[in-house]
């Protein structure tokens, strides 16, 4: 959701007042066989519709009530990905957002921070908090993932394949060979790229910790507010490049059936197991 905008002649034609005035305009017209009101109403419509959404207070509260909007559903995700988390992971972001609302109580009483000021810091803070909850889920996901692949069980199929390709005659069995070489191989690369991606997101996730209580500890006596704007300015920097990798591995998952990597034998074992059938 982020980076989208809302619609502002939308939001000027379907806004509450606007369609009341036009409605009872138009109503009124009909109702007393006055055409020369309803036409007024429609000409202002058009006039408003025009110029409306190019008036800046307006396009202010569009903007705002977008962006409460956003955050609220934002919230109910972060809220429903909280549940599906393991006892572990739940406690450490529920420990992370009770340091968030110390630093929150801390922030109010020191009188360097100036009201506006104080909101910005406090939207920075929570959205870490949601951040950590989001890279904590996909750590989840890329774990149990991982826990169900066997390295050394794909690289002896990666071998088998190579065996069948270079032993059979037949042409069309050594293409098939040589397909599933690749498709091993590119699982093989996957893996690596998920076990990257979990190496630098748990690595975050401690920064995102440690840093927070580095900041429940400075944040009450801090004479400068722009410390922990940068401070907190660095930390989402390098969130957001981490979770842009954890959509990258979302889709992954979402686009390529990674099912766990399943033993397979051999020509010889299969031979020495006359009495296995395979189904059909």
């Not at 450490?92 to 009770?98: S, V, W």
Request: charged residues 30%.
């Amino acid at each position: 959701m982020e980076g989208d905008q809302p619609s502002y002649l939308k939001a000027a034609f379907l806004n509450v007042y606007n369609l009341s005035l036009v409605g009872g305009a138009v109503a009124a017209s009909l109702a007393s066989g006055e055409y020369v009101m309803g036409a007024l109403a429609l000409g202002a419509e058009a006039l408003w519709l025009l110029f409306g959404p190019d008036f800046r207070p307006f396009k202010r509260a569009v903007d705002r009530m977008h962006r409460e909007q956003r955050d609220k559903e934002e919230r109910k995700r972060i809220d429903k990905l909280m549940e599906s988390l393991p006892e572990r992971e739940w406690a450490r972001a529920h420990a992370l957002d009770e340091l968030r609302k110390e630093i929150e109580r801390d922030m109010q009483q020191n009188p360097s921070f100036k009201a506006i000021l104080l909101q910005s810091e406090l939207d920075k803070l929570s959205k870490l908090e949601m951040s950590f909850v989001s890279l904590a889920s996909a750590c989840v996901r890329a774990e149990t993932y991982l826990s169900t692949t066997d390295h050394r069980e794909l690289s002896r199929q990666i071998e088998i394949q190579k065996n069948l390709e270079s032993s059979v005659k037949d042409p069309t069995a050594q293409q098939i060979a040589r397909k599933n070489i690749q498709v091993l191989q590119k699982r093989t690369e996957t893996i690596k790229d998920i076990e990257n991606f979990l190496a630098r997101a748990r690595g975050q996730m401690n920064l995102i910790e440690n840093s927070v209580r580095l900041l429940r500890d400075q944040v009450l006596t801090m004479a400068n507010p722009d410390e922990l704007g940068e401070q907190l300015d660095d930390l989402i920097t390098g969130v957001e490049a981490i979770q842009a990798s954890a959509r990258e591995q979302e889709a992954i998952f979402s686009r390529v059936a990674l099912e766990p990597i399943a033993p397979i034998a051999d020509a010889g074992e299969q031979e020495r197991a006359p009495g296995k059938r395979v189904r059909s």
